[in-house]
């Protein structure tokens, strides 16, 4: 019981950091009109999904400070589901990897995921060799995806980045 507690307790404590946003902003960003992301869908501001299919031209602009005020309110939305998800302790820097991660493919897409059934089985560095598998948009390989998710496993696993350019 008391192990429990101090997961629970501890998974309360840290936040997203900045790294968290740097490397989302890095890798969606920003655009203040509408286009078509990668797999076909319209996408805004900082990778701020509209609807699915193509944009058909009525969709909104988004000024830089929206944009920003919705990354961190989806950030935060983000974290609170993984927060739920999420079994075991964990550090500052995989959470921030995770956050990024869970902020491009979904937090639905996490929940039913492979990584998360080993992270929560306790098996972190297979959970985070499993980022190496979501590099596809749309069914089709993706550089960009290939490159976020080297970064995102790179930071889960040390705490850092090496991938520092697109």
Excluded at 119 to 129: P, V
Aim: aromatic share 4%; glycine share 8%.
């Amino acid at each position: 019981m008391n192990t429990m507690l101090a997961i629970l307790l501890s998974l309360n404590t840290i936040h997203p950091s900045l790294e968290a946003s740097k490397l989302i902003v890095r890798y969606e960003g920003y655009h203040s009109v509408p286009y078509n992301d990668e797999a076909g869908h319209c996408t805004v501001g900082i990778g701020r999904l509209l609807h699915r299919g193509n944009c058909d031209g009525t969709e909104p602009h988004l000024t830089r400070e929206r944009a920003y005020r919705d990354l961190v309110a989806h950030i935060r939305m983000v974290e609170a589901n993984l927060k739920k998800m999420i079994l075991v302790n964990l550090k500052q820097h995989e959470l921030d990897a995770l956050v990024s991660f869970a902020y491009n493919v979904g937090c639905g897409a996490v929940r039913e995921s492979k990584l998360l059934r080993l992270l929560n089985a306790g098996k972190k560095r297979q959970a985070a060799d499993e980022l190496l598998n979501w590099t596809k948009r749309g069914g089709k390989s993706s550089k960009g995806l290939r490159k976020r998710r080297i970064e995102e496993r790179e930071m889960f696993l040390n705490g850092k980045s090496n991938v520092t350019s697109r």
